[in-house]
């Protein structure tokens, strides 16, 4: 079997050093749409050094390695062709405020393989920290496809109850036709989101949007709408990815306000707002 889950779990954690600067973060920004319009005072604490906060979500990214998806997959006891592999779902805690600039220590581990029948779900978790302690811990949920059928634990849920009512507010985020071109300079390079051949190889029309750039865009809405901009109020975002998003859509953001937390879906318009985020949960002060 190409993933060998016991191995996988006893396997030492892989522990090295990343760094990052304001360059990296305002190219992050960039690539989720931030900047628009470019003299926005709002924005420009994304996209200008001499102001720049950090939205959490950077964290997916920091340092440019390989994102999860991809980095998970070179771990020991997993052996998996790309073209099989979906990011189902991501979770992120923070610690405290990211630095625009920093050097950390991320210790990577599979921390969970479960067994979902046709397919296998593989939980890569990052934990960073620098020298003043934990920053923040990031948990990958892989789906690789054709390689459930084991007998393994099928692991926990993350379907929650929909939200009721009418949502507290909706925002549009249109998607440019090259945002997935720019989002993938920020380290994830797979095919996936650039090559139309590759693309239909994995069983899609087109190349699609990074699931992670479609987190963060919803992370950035939040924190304008809902949070007053401050970025530092967030302390924990997960999603589960339940559908594709393409470039040139447009993204429809519901919102619904709860007690220390804000309950989120997005759609895509054009697609009879089909399913893209759901399950998602920002907690915040």
Same mark, same amino acid.
């Given at each position: 079997?190409?993933?060998?889950?016991?191995?996988?779990?006893?396997?030492?954690?892989?522990?090295? =050093?990343?760094?990052?600067?304001?360059?990296?973060?305002?190219?992050?920004?960039?690539?989720?749409?931030?900047?628009?319009?470019?003299?926005?005072?709002?924005?420009?604490?994304?996209?200008?050094?001499?102001?720049?906060?950090?939205?959490?979500?950077?964290?997916?990214?920091?340092?440019?390695?390989?994102?999860?998806?991809?980095?998970?997959?070179?771990?020991?006891?997993?052996?998996?062709?790309?073209?099989?592999?979906?990011?189902?779902?991501?979770?992120?805690?923070?610690?405290?405020?990211?630095?625009?600039?920093?050097?950390?220590?991320?210790?990577?581990?599979?921390?969970?393989?479960?067994?979902?029948?046709?397919?296998?779900?593989?939980?890569?978790?990052? =934990?960073?920290?620098?020298?003043?302690?934990?920053?923040?811990?990031?948990?990958?949920?892989?789906?690789?496809?054709?390689?459930?059928?084991?007998?393994?634990?099928?692991?926990?849920?993350?379907?929650?109850?929909?939200?009721?009512?009418?949502?507290?507010?909706?925002?549009?985020?249109?998607?440019?036709?090259?945002?997935?071109?720019?989002?993938?300079?920020?380290?994830?390079?797979?095919?996936?989101?650039?090559?139309?051949?590759?693309?239909?190889?994995?069983?899609?029309?087109?190349?699609?949007?990074?699931?992670?750039?479609?987190?963060?865009?919803?992370?950035?809405?939040?924190?304008?709408?809902?949070?007053?901009?401050?970025?530092?109020?967030?302390?924990?975002?997960?999603?589960?990815?339940?559908?594709?998003?393409?470039?040139?859509?447009?993204?429809?953001?519901?919102?619904?306000?709860?007690?220390?937390?804000?309950?989120?879906?997005?759609?895509?318009?054009?697609?009879?707002?089909?399913?893209?985020?759901?399950?998602?949960?920002?907690?915040?002060?």
């Amino acid at each position: 079997m190409p993933i060998d889950a016991a191995k996988a779990l006893a396997a030492e954690p892989r522990t090295g =050093e990343i760094s990052w600067n304001s360059k990296d973060v305002q190219l992050y920004h960039l690539g989720i749409g931030a900047g628009v319009p470019a003299t926005d005072p709002d924005e420009l604490r994304y996209t200008l050094e001499s102001r720049l906060h950090v939205l959490p979500s950077f964290a997916t990214v920091a340092g440019s390695g390989s994102p999860g998806v991809i980095s998970g997959l070179s771990m020991p006891g997993i052996e998996v062709d790309l073209a099989r592999v979906l990011h189902g779902g991501q979770s992120l805690t923070v610690h405290r405020p990211l630095p625009a600039t920093g050097t950390a220590t991320a210790t990577h581990r599979i921390a969970a393989v479960y067994d979902k029948g046709k397919a296998a779900v593989l939980v890569l978790r990052t =934990e960073v920290a620098d020298t003043e302690g934990p920053l923040w811990t990031n948990d990958a949920q892989i789906f690789v496809r054709g390689e459930g059928g084991w007998g393994g634990d099928r692991g926990p849920s993350a379907r929650l109850d929909a939200p009721t009512g009418e949502p507290d507010r909706t925002v549009e985020r249109p998607i440019r036709e090259d945002q997935a071109l720019l989002y993938r300079l920020s380290g994830d390079w797979n095919p996936l989101h650039a090559d139309p051949e590759f693309a239909k190889v994995a069983g899609f029309e087109r190349p699609i949007l990074h699931g992670l750039c479609t987190y963060g865009i919803t992370l950035k809405a939040v924190v304008d709408t809902l949070l007053g901009g401050d970025v530092t109020r967030v302390r924990s975002y997960v999603t589960r990815f339940a559908g594709v998003v393409y470039p040139g859509e447009t993204l429809r953001i519901r919102m619904w306000r709860q007690e220390g937390a804000v309950r989120v879906a997005v759609s895509a318009v054009e697609r009879e707002d089909a399913p893209v985020l759901a399950d998602t949960v920002v907690e915040h002060t």
